[in-house]
């Protein structure tokens, strides 16, 4: 099952949508077939073709597409300003320079508008998630210092989580610079809206539901994915 083809890539090109279900690849039936497998199918080198059938909702027979493979190099933050005093940020998977990447474009408008700026669009449409740490350094550039973004709970002692709008939350590997001080102030009180669908999961749940519940932002689309979990790796030994 697709869960949103992310942009600028073959499937998105192809015209792939959330909820989407691959159902052959190729000739090969999907039935009994691990996603390990698929997956595995489904890559390969770059510019040869393979031919998804898809069954859609709404659609009265299977939908047949051809993508042609391609290297995968994922811009994770575009942006424009829509009109003067309105930017517009898409944010296409969270991933480790997302919050960077993110803060530069608010500096970068807020700048070359010259005037205050009167609204902020968060587009998360068929965002599928990523990092944790993307998530928390997104919702921290809208939101006060210190706010809770999210929590994790468990049976463990070790996946009770409080995560907060700082930047020991946000800020990995080597310390750095916290990117989100240079913002403008006005960056966390600017009327928003973010736009959700179906497609938006994981990361970009989180991300919405912080703004909305510190009430920073409207929510505007469809209902969400829906996952409600946060996964972490476990080193194991032999």
């Not at 597409?65 to 003067?84: D, H, N």
């Not at 320079?97 to 474009?105: K, M, P, V, Y």
């Not at 505007?220 to 946060?230: A, E, I, L, P």
């Amino acid at each position: 099952k697709v869960v949103a083809p992310i942009d600028d890539t073959p499937a998105a090109r192809a015209g792939l949508k959330p909820g989407d279900l691959i159902v052959k690849l190729d000739d090969t039936s999907v039935k009994g077939m691990t996603l390990q497998d698929a997956v595995k199918r489904m890559r390969g080198r770059p510019n040869t073709n393979i031919t998804l059938t898809i069954v859609r909702k709404g659609e009265n027979k299977p939908v047949v597409v051809t993508l042609t493979r391609a290297g995968i190099k994922i811009q994770s933050v575009k942006s424009k300003i829509i009109e003067p005093g309105y930017a517009y940020f898409r944010v296409t998977q969270f991933q480790e320079q997302t919050g960077e990447t993110l803060a530069r474009a608010i500096e970068k408008h807020f700048k070359e508008n010259q005037a205050p700026m009167k609204g902020l669009v968060l587009d998360l449409r068929n965002d599928p998630g990523g990092l944790l740490n993307g998530a928390v350094a997104v919702s921290a550039a809208f939101l006060p210092a210190g706010a809770l973004v999210v929590y994790t709970d468990g049976r463990t002692e070790d996946s009770k989580m409080k995560l907060n709008a700082s930047p020991e939350n946000y800020l990995r590997g080597r310390l750095r610079e916290d990117y989100l001080r240079r913002l403008p102030p006005e960056a966390k009180t600017v009327p928003m809206v973010v736009l959700v669908n179906a497609g938006s999961a994981s990361a970009s749940e989180i991300v919405a539901g912080a703004l909305q519940d510190h009430k920073r932002a409207g929510i505007m689309g469809t209902q969400t994915f829906g996952k409600g979990s946060v996964q972490t790796i476990m080193p194991l030994g032999n």
